[in-house]
């Protein structure tokens, strides 16, 4: 099973009405993560703008919380407005918590919410040399296809060859409202 290194206590999902803790981590991101995860170099107008629309997107987001902040990121969102079988899910983690299992208990946690809220399969997009993501990609059992800069995983969210990554992704079910503690 992918290990989480006991991560999935430290994470919950954000309510929507506040995610200044949210847009608080992304601001923090250096300037790698940020093209990592938008594909784009972005400003904090934009990362600011764009925390703001996460509601009515549908975006849920799931904040790894260490010494009172939000350190890591996962978000999920349908690719049909609150409905369809198929969602996206995005990761950031500040650099000082990379490599700590953060990214997979977020990813866990998004697999759980795909799970309960019915979506099959979960998509994930970053580039080609992103050695992070495609571990987590691995750990998950996802189908992982390449282009010349970038990759696509798929995580097949109800396939029975998936229990592993049901298996973690039940670990993180008890995942309560945004605590600003641990």
């Known amino acids: ?12 999902r954000a309510p929507g009405e506040d995610l200044l803790p949210i847009r608080g981590h992304l601001l923090r991101l250096d300037r790698e993560a940020l093209y990592s995860r938008f594909g784009n170099v972005v400003t904090n107008e934009f990362l600011i703008q764009y925390i703001e629309r996460a509601p009515e997107l549908d975006t849920i987001i799931f904040g790894c919380w260490v010494n009172g902040k939000v350190r890591g990121i996962g978000e999920l969102r349908r690719f049909a407005l609150g409905q369809g079988n198929d969602a996206e899910a995005a ?3 500040e650099s000082a918590f990379r490599d700590l299992g953060i990214g997979t208990a977020l990813t866990a946690a998004v697999a759980n919410e ?8 979960v998509y994930l997009c970053f580039g080609v040399r992103n050695q992070r993501m495609r571990r987590i990609a691995q750990k998950f059992h996802a189908a992982v296809s ?14 029975e060859r998936a229990r592993e990554t049901r298996s973690l992704a039940w670990l993180a079910k008890s995942i309560l409202p945004l605590e600003r503690s641990a």
């Open 146 to 159: 390449f282009d010349e800069r970038d990759c696509t995983a798929r995580l097949s969210i109800k396939d």
């Open 1 to 12: 099973m992918a290990s989480s290194h006991g991560w999935e206590r430290n994470i919950s």
């Open 114 to 121: 795909a799970w309960r809220i019915d979506v099959r399969d």
């Open 91 to 93: 990761f950031t983690v």
